[in-house]
């Protein structure tokens, strides 16, 4: 249906898909999404792979390339299933895609990548990015951004999204083509606007607070968690030294010797069960990350409103100045004070041509003044909905995220304490035999 | 016990295994008696009658009662510590009750006050009257290092249930228990004791040996019985092996307090999240919960270790130094015993070589009558020849006995060593199982409380990615 018509699609401007589109999809989650890309296709990260090749410095590097497999869903002919088409893509690909979405729907929340590089490490864990461990959690978190985009409403039928996932060769031009770069608004005017706005949204700025809150919050739990991990191997490590003892103090012992070895084995079972339970936690911490980097994309959000916003009351303010002073203009009253006005004062009025000339200047720039404030109250009328329509999807899908994600953690602690009354009812029925 | 000499053979063994006549004349003479005195003692006792020394699980302390209602005649509780102040010094001295059927005490009840110094001079005193018997060792003098202040509580209470064990060790033991100066320690009043205490060899004396004892050493026994060599083996690897699993654990210990630390700070960042939500503040809320309960716990695991586990084994460390010095004191005796012998075989010699007439040439030299100096030094020989056999015939009796007590005495120490040790893994593993099981169940009630209709059973599946989950939903809603 609304595949990939052309790239007015992408635009902000063209209203009546996008429009129709979110009024359908408002109370779609990522399930129920009618005509999203994932419905019709598979997606996988299926590989990581290490390459060596010249940077654009002219110098060795090694990187990491990820391979990308797709296949329509109803492949399946004659009861066989095809092969995937593929194609490998790095992560700074995946940056260009990202960035290039941020600019094009400045309305959307827009998933985050996987970080670029190892945080909240505990000791053990490896902050190399070469680190295979590292290299795999990424591969998931990159697969989970493309699962992501694609189950999106409007993402999922952006054409270079489709085109990221099928064309291997000249995609970056494709990208560089739609010329989102100009698009990107500076930094600087966005800040600038922060400070500036008269009549900020109370709606946008209680979110903004709520994304700073999020933000503060899931990286003081990332740090304390990873704390928390590596006291726990250490406690558990040490119990290894149990069962290298126990084993060589069995030997001298004749009564006790059976029933010190076996506890000493347990011991060893313990200790090294750790390995797996802190890995499993680490997917605990990539959930808990993703949201962290969720809160830097919802802040994006609430920046282009307040630069919308600023620019509104801008084009606004411009037009009641240029309402005055055709006032003044027209009835020769000088209200505001201004150079022209001293001058004429002292130096004699202007002639009536030179008056009439410029009334007809200011007419019709007032007359563009109030089209380009009606236009921009429109956009700004429909960035509002667009943005809340899908910040009202993306609170439902966090809360939904993070609260099956506190479950799994709570089914992961079971689990370990499952293993733990385990080897400790073992290496008791071992101290019985002593 | 009353009309019954205590043959250290026989009643070394525990109660189970003495000979079926013994234990049925001492079931007829003291049963009730015994049972009386328990009866009274579990009424006014503290419970403290039935810590440190005695297991608390139930089964074995099942046993051990069995055994104590059958053979326990005397019950000594260390406790209640106060400090004094003098000019000189401050000290604590900790209470010690003893109550007892047996005869040789003229009451059945006795409290006195003793400090540290005292259990000192006590265990010195039964080292000395049986060197070759294994006295449980004593707390130690100093205090260990990372310990800022001599008098904290926890080191007083550690000290305290170490000392309550070592009065209730030789208590329990046939021949320590029956020693005069055991007591009068238990029995005398602080000037009684000291008055005492001021008998006995004197400190030259008491150097005079420690010097012996030393020359002793430097010389070496030199044939020292394969089974004393064996158990020399064995008690330092077992020192070794016993050092090492004492570091191991204080180690744990540590580890675990860290553990504990940063937990107490993980709980809090859910519920300061909480704060910030609205549909999640019930499972966040509930997060926190669930940490903070788990800390409880974790520190109750903390305090088992630090109160059970690591006494109990440092414990044994210290045994470990007994054992090797039972071990000296033995080998001396013998020593002693060769250097006696070696010095009869000399006298012997002398003797041989008289009987040819080199002597009378020395003699004649000297201007004496060489027959009548002969004859003397004969004379002489020979008396003192007869006084080294019979100093070696004490000396082997003192040999026998030395290692006949410590034969008897090491089997009864492996068997309570056994004990103790597994006493002390099967406690911290009970432990470790509950401690577990307390934290299962607090997660489990967190399941349910977010009604994710994910029972016990389905907890052993892998948690779903992401990832997974959208497939899946995408895949179902058709």
Redesign the interface.
């Known amino acids: 249906m609304a595949d990939c018509n052309s790239e007015e699609v992408a635009v902000i401007g063209n209203t009546d898909l996008t429009a129709a589109e979110l009024e359908n999809n408002k109370n779609n989650?990522?399930?129920?999404?009618g005509t999203?890309l994932?419905?019709r296709m598979?997606i996988s990260v299926a590989e990581a792979e290490k390459r060596t090749g010249k940077n654009a410095v002219n110098m060795q590097e090694t990187y990491t390339v990820y391979l990308i497999e797709t296949r329509p869903v109803d492949a399946a002919t004659e009861g066989q299933i095809p092969a995937p088409d593929s194609l490998w893509r790095r992560y700074s690909e995946f940056e260009l895609l990202r960035n290039y979405l941020l600019v094009t729907y400045p309305f959307i929340v827009v998933p985050p990548l996987p970080e670029k590089r190892a945080e909240f490490v505990w000791h053990k864990l490896s902050a190399d990015n070469m680190d295979p461990d590292f290299v795999e959690r990424r591969r998931?978190g990159l697969?989970?951004f493309l699962?992501?985009v694609a189950?999106h409403s409007v993402l999922s039928n952006d054409k270079i999204f489709y085109q990221f996932l099928t064309e291997e060769n000249g995609w970056k031009e494709m990208v560089f083509e739609t010329g989102f770069q100009a698009k990107a608004d500076s930094r600087l005017k966005a800040f600038n606007a922060t400070f500036r706005v008269k009549n900020p949204d109370k709606r946008f700025t209680e979110l903004k607070h709520?994304s700073d809150?999020?933000q503060s919050?899931?990286s003081?739990?990332l740090r304390?968690?990873a704390?928390?991990a590596?006291?726990?191997y250490?406690?558990y490590k040490?119990?290894g030294?149990?069962g290298r003892?126990f084993s060589?103090?069995s030997?001298?012992e004749k009564?006790?010797g059976d029933?010190l070895q076996s506890?000493g084995h347990h011991m060893d079972a313990y200790a090294a069960s750790v390995d797996d339970i802190l890995e499993?936690e680490e997917?605990y911490a990539d959930?808990l990350k993703?949201y962290l980097f969720y809160a830097e994309a919802l802040r994006a959000v609430c920046r282009k409103h307040e630069l919308m916003q600023y620019e509104l009351e801008a084009a606004a303010q411009d037009l009641t100045s240029k309402k005055q002073q055709r006032e003044e203009l027209a009835t020769g009253t000088v209200r505001t004070f201004s150079l022209k006005g001293m001058t004429s004062k002292l130096f004699g009025q202007e002639t009536p041509e030179q008056r009439d000339a410029k009334l007809k200047v200011l007419e019709e720039q007032i007359t563009e003044g109030e089209e380009l404030l009606k236009e921009k109250n429109a956009d700004c009328d429909e960035y509002v909905k667009n943005a809340w329509s899908d910040i009202e999807r993306f609170k439902e899908q966090k809360?939904r995220?993070?609260?099956?994600a506190?479950?799994?953690?709570?089914?992961?602690?079971?689990?370990v304490?499952?293993k733990?009354?385990q080897v400790?009812?073992n290496?008791?029925e071992c101290?019985?035999k002593? | 016990m009353s009309g019954i000499t205590v043959d250290p053979a026989v009643s070394c063994a525990p109660a189970q295994e003495i000979s079926a006549d013994l234990s049925g004349q001492m079931l007829e003479l003291d049963e009730d008696d015994d049972l009386e005195v328990f009866s009274k003692d579990s009424t006014l006792s503290d419970g403290s009658l039935f810590n440190a020394s005695m297991p608390t699980s139930p089964a074995s302390m099942v046993n051990q009662l069995e055994e104590d209602v059958d053979t326990k005649d005397i019950f000594i509780t260390v406790d209640n510590p106060e400090s004094h102040v003098t000019a000189i010094e401050t000290f604590i001295t900790y209470r010690v009750l003893t109550k007892t059927t047996r005869s040789e005490f003229d009451s059945c009840e006795y409290e006195v006050r003793r400090r540290y110094q005292d259990f000192l001079w006590l265990k010195g005193k039964l080292e000395e009257a049986h060197p070759t018997l294994i006295v449980h060792p004593l707390p130690e003098k100093f205090v260990m290092k990372g310990m800022v202040e001599r008098f904290n509580d926890d080191f007083i209470e550690t000290r305290r249930k170490a000392l309550h064990k070592f009065l209730n060790r030789i208590a329990d033991h046939p021949i320590l228990s029956c020693s005069e100066d055991f007591k009068i320690f238990l029995t005398a009043q602080a000037w009684e004791l000291t008055s005492h205490k001021k008998q006995g060899p004197g400190f030259l004396s008491r150097m005079g040996d420690t010097v012996r004892a030393v020359a002793n050493t430097v010389r070496g026994v030199k044939n020292r019985p394969e089974e004393f060599a064996t158990i020399q083996e064995y008690v330092d690897t077992f020192a070794q092996k016993i050092t090492s699993l004492d570091r191991v654990t204080q180690r744990i210990l540590k580890e675990q307090k860290e553990y504990l630390e940063e937990l107490k700070e993980y709980g809090p960042v859910y519920t300061l999240w909480s704060g910030s939500e609205e549909e999640l503040v019930e499972p966040l809320k509930g997060m926190a919960g669930c940490i903070d309960r788990c800390c409880k716990e974790t520190e109750e695991q903390v305090n088992h270790l630090a109160e059970s586990l690591v006494p109990a084994l440092h414990e044994y460390v210290l045994c470990a130094e007994t054992l090797k010095a039972v071990l000296r004191r033995r080998d001396n005796i013998q020593a002693e015993y060769e250097t006696k012998n070696e010095t009869l075989a000399n006298k012997k010699a002398d003797r041989e070589a008289d009987s040819k007439d080199l002597g009378f040439i020395l003699g004649s030299f000297l201007g004496k009558n060489p027959e009548e100096a002969k004859q003397q030094r004969q004379q002489r020989l020979d008396v003192e020849i007869e006084e080294l056999k019979e100093e070696i015939e004490k000396l082997e009796d003192k040999m026998e006995c030395a290692n006949n007590a410590l034969k008897v005495d090491w089997s009864r120490w492996q068997r309570s060593m056994r004990e103790d040790v597994k006493t002390a893994f099967l406690h911290t593993a009970e432990k470790n199982v509950d401690y577990y099981e307390k934290c299962l169940a607090v997660w489990e009630s967190f399941l349910l409380s977010q009604g994710s209709g994910l029972d016990a059973e389905s907890s052993r599946e892998q948690p779903q990615a992401p990832e997974e989950m959208a497939k899946e939903a995408s895949l179902q809603a058709t």
């Open positions: 989650t990522m399930a129920e999404a999203t994932l419905r598979e998931a697969e989970n699962l992501r189950s709520y809150e999020l919050v899931t003081q739990l304390v968690r704390r928390v590596d006291r726990l250490g406690v040490v119990h030294n149990y003892v060589e103090w030997a001298i009564d006790m029933g506890a499993e997917h959930q993703e809360d995220d993070l609260k099956e506190l479950i799994s953690y709570a089914i992961m602690q079971i689990s304490c499952k733990g009354i400790w009812t290496a008791k101290f019985h002593m």
